[in-house]
């Protein structure tokens, strides 16, 4: 004999089967979109991930290709990390190290141009300021002081702000501005971790202008209370 429902189970029955008349379609489609985008994301990770060991291989080949020094391997393997793996880590590390190869071979103009590629391409804010300092310094030593000085203006991490200055700095000593270099080098002076030995160097260049780093600090923090106390 058949069971029948009773009523307060066939009232749930009745309810569920208005309630999925009414969403069924939209929850169906939420299902889809949600396991849709789940199956995007793992193909995403497992493309990334075989970006990544590829772009590392081919680097692998580029170090190799410099210390042998087989420029045309080098060249061809820069060539193809860039064009084929262009948003990894690795194919501007290996912008980076055409640079100076480039450089040490006399190659300027190309030495430039990679360091160009990373600012231009890179996603990373740090890769762009290293290859921003790095290209200053090309700039500098070809005495293209105002070309080195735009670069140099563009917004760069908290952590790099100290190297800038730096750099600024030295650019005022080239074009005969003491005055400004001294306040550059006392700005990456001050923004430098104690003991960091990069610092040094900067105590260096202020003393070589007769300004003491440590004087420079003091009348700083002490400036604001004197105000204060007025």
Not at 48 to 57: D, G
Not at 202 to 216: C, H, M, N, T, V
């Amino acid at each position: 004999m058949a069971t029948h429902l009773d009523l307060e189970e066939q009232e749930q029955l009745d309810e569920l089967k208005h309630f999925w008349k009414r969403w069924g379609n939209l929850i169906t489609w939420l299902l889809i979109g949600i396991l849709s985008s789940y199956a995007g994301w793992m193909g995403w990770q497992a493309w990334q991930s075989k970006q990544s060991a590829q772009s590392a291989a081919l680097f692998d080949t580029v170090e190799r290709a410099a210390v042998a020094g087989d420029l045309v391997l080098f060249e061809r393997s820069v060539g193809d990390i860039k064009s084929k793996f262009g948003s990894t880590t690795y194919a501007h590390q290996a912008a980076f190290l055409a640079s100076r190869i480039f450089q040490e071979k006399s190659r300027p103009k190309e030495a430039r141009e990679q360091l160009q590629w990373v600012i231009d391409q890179a996603s990373d804010e740090g890769y762009q300021a290293l290859a921003r300092l790095r290209l200053s310094s090309l700039l500098i030593q070809d005495k293209e002081f105002d070309a080195a000085r735009k670069l140099l203006s563009a917004k760069s991490p908290e952590a790099f702000t100290p190297l800038v200055d730096d750099r600024l700095g030295d650019l005022d000593m080239l074009s005969n501005q003491p005055a400004e270099a001294v306040k550059h080098y006392q700005a990456a002076w001050k923004a430098m971790e104690p003991n960091a030995q990069y610092r040094r160097l900067i105590a260096f260049k202020l003393a070589a202008l007769g300004a003491d780093p440590e004087a420079s600090a003091t009348a700083s923090a002490s400036k604001p209370a004197q105000e204060t106390s007025k």
